[in-house]
């Protein structure tokens, strides 16, 4: 079946720009998360979707950080006058549920680079 | 707060030589442990995992132990190969909770 979908898979922009990035998790995975990784760093948590309950967003840097998500379909990462600090690869995750040993699969990530 | 420590890369290994990705992890609770792969240009996927002490995951040649004595989940395989060189993370998760901890990825290169 198809897997974790995002799009785009690579964005450039320039400093100050907002971009929007797109998740498609595998259908019926009630739980999404978002993570970011910078070059040559481990994952850091952003933000948390499961089911209709309200987002975890502790994980977001800033207030230029922002997320959606309808239901248990498509969120959208939104990242407004972006800072080349911001650049990184940006990875959607969904999983079954949020139960402790489920595991999480993962896309392909959208490489976010600001001049 | 919970946190995970994993051996600095990068790794460089000879074909069929033995491997040892080290990872300790701080966590209150009993927390499920959990290993990704992250292959060259692909999406990190999950290797294996154990949810309670003195579980042992494997897959693909790989294995860890859920030490709770010594809060660790040493990664290890015992003759590499080159299709084995990726990046691999180490995680937990708390057992009810959501987010998970990665620690910051061991690079693992396998010479021919």
């Known amino acids: 079946g198809a897997g974790v979908s995002q799009s785009p898979s690579n964005k450039v922009t320039e400093k100050g720009k907002d971009v929007e990035l797109r998740c498609d998790p595998i259908?019926?995975?009630?739980?999404l998360y978002w993570y970011r990784q910078r070059l040559g760093q481990g994952l850091e948590f952003l933000i948390y979707f499961q089911g209709n309950s309200a987002p975890d967003k502790s994980g977001l840097p800033s207030d230029r950080f922002s997320a959606e998500r309808t239901g248990e379909s498509v969120s959208t990462l939104t990242i407004q006058r972006t800072q080349q600090e911001d650049s990184a690869v940006y990875l959607c995750?969904?999983?079954?549920?949020?139960?402790?040993?489920?595991?999480?699969?993962f896309g392909p990530g959208t490489r976010l680079t600001v001049l | 707060g919970d946190s995970v420590t994993q051996m600095e890369g990068p790794v460089t290994l000879s074909e069929e030589a033995f491997l040892t990705i080290n990872c300790t992890y701080t966590a209150t609770g009993y927390p499920s442990l959990f290993w990704y792969v992250q292959y060259p240009g692909e999406g990190l996927q999950l290797l294996l995992k154990?949810?309670?002490?003195?579980d042992k995951g494997s897959n693909k040649g790989f294995e860890a132990t859920y030490r709770k004595e010594t809060t660790s989940f040493h990664l290890e395989k015992g003759s590499v190969q080159v299709s084995d060189s990726a990046v691999y993370f180490c995680a937990l998760r708390d057992t009810g909770g959501f987010k998970t901890i990665f620690g910051a990825g061991t690079r693992l290169f396998v010479k021919a």
């Open positions: 259908s019926g995975h009630t739980a």
């Open positions: 995750a969904s999983s079954p549920s949020s139960g402790g040993s489920h595991e999480q699969f």
């Open positions: 154990a949810t309670k002490a003195d």
